[in-house]
């Protein structure tokens, strides 16, 4: 371990960690090929340019920094710019601490206590798995507080756009939002097949089915995960994308029933599991 980062390399991978930036992936490269948006983890400056963050105990909106649970009234604080909602959670904005580190894998963890952003006290622990052609990341979510929290969780990586990106993912529906980004209704959405700088989403989508297959002239990736939904965003102007995989659909708090979409209620003690998997081969 750096005073700045920690490092795996297995085979042509090399995989970099920034834990006190979010327990955040600051790099992911095959060779010298950046696989997500890549900085060395020295150069990096805070967990929204790094190649990956954590989501939890939400993902995405909550809308208004208000919300209600157990017939009690929570605020949260503003954590993403003048954006009228909290944004992804709390712990990417924390620095975590590292539970183990060896040539294999990293785990690190993030202890919350009750404060203004989450007014619930949690346990999440992060553990990487790197081998020769592919990267795994592992959350566990533990619900410290007395009684039942609202939980969801997520990642949220960004993918270098390059000449001739495309995406190829087998989904059924997609939630339109309104201008704030809070999602309005559901639609159906035949799956996404196009290059990158074809697309215009900033959504989430339901019925995500097999890998999400990401390709351009220099790699082919296959993105899986024990989450259901996943969020695509390709901004026209930026030189990435993103394909997050989700619990739940932004907002799901405020829903009429905040579990059919995929807001996990965890009893006190209980631990919510999740896992995503980026198989890399070149092209």
Wanted: net charge negative; glycine share 8%.
């Amino acid at each position: 371990m750096t005073p700045t980062g920690i490092e795996l390399t297995r085979g042509d991978l090399r995989l970099a960690l920034r834990p006190d930036l979010g327990g955040a992936i600051a790099g992911l490269w095959l060779r010298d090929i950046p696989v997500m948006r890549s900085t060395e983890p020295a150069e990096l400056a805070s967990a929204r340019k790094s190649a990956c963050y954590p989501l939890a105990p939400y993902s995405n909106r909550l809308g208004y920094r208000r919300f209600r649970w157990l017939g009690q009234d929570y605020t949260t604080l503003t954590n993403f710019d003048d954006n009228p909602h909290s944004v992804h959670g709390v712990a990417w904005q924390r620095p975590w601490q590292v539970f183990r580190h060896d040539e294999q894998q990293v785990e690190l963890g993030y202890s919350h206590q009750p404060d203004g952003h989450w007014p619930f006290a949690f346990d999440v622990r992060q553990r990487f798995v790197l081998s020769p052609a592919a990267l795994e990341v592992h959350l566990s979510f533990t619900n410290l507080a007395a009684h039942t929290q609202p939980v969801g969780l997520g990642w949220h990586p960004y993918f270098p756009k390059r000449p001739h990106s495309r995406l190829h993912i087998e989904l059924t529906d997609r939630w339109e939002s309104d201008a704030s980004g809070l999602p309005t209704r559901r639609v159906p959405q035949p799956g996404i097949d196009g290059d990158v700088s074809h697309l215009a989403f900033d959504h989430c989508f339901e019925g995500w089915k097999g890998p999400a297959r990401i390709r351009d002239d220099k790699l082919s990736l296959r993105l899986t995960s024990s989450l259901p939904y996943l969020v695509v965003y390709t901004p026209e102007t930026s030189p990435y994308y993103c394909v997050e995989p989700v619990s739940h659909v932004s907002n799901a708090i405020h829903m009429t029933d905040p579990g059919a979409h995929g807001l996990r209620t965890l009893d006190a003690g209980a631990t919510l599991d999740a896992w995503m998997k980026l198989e890399v081969s070149a092209a």
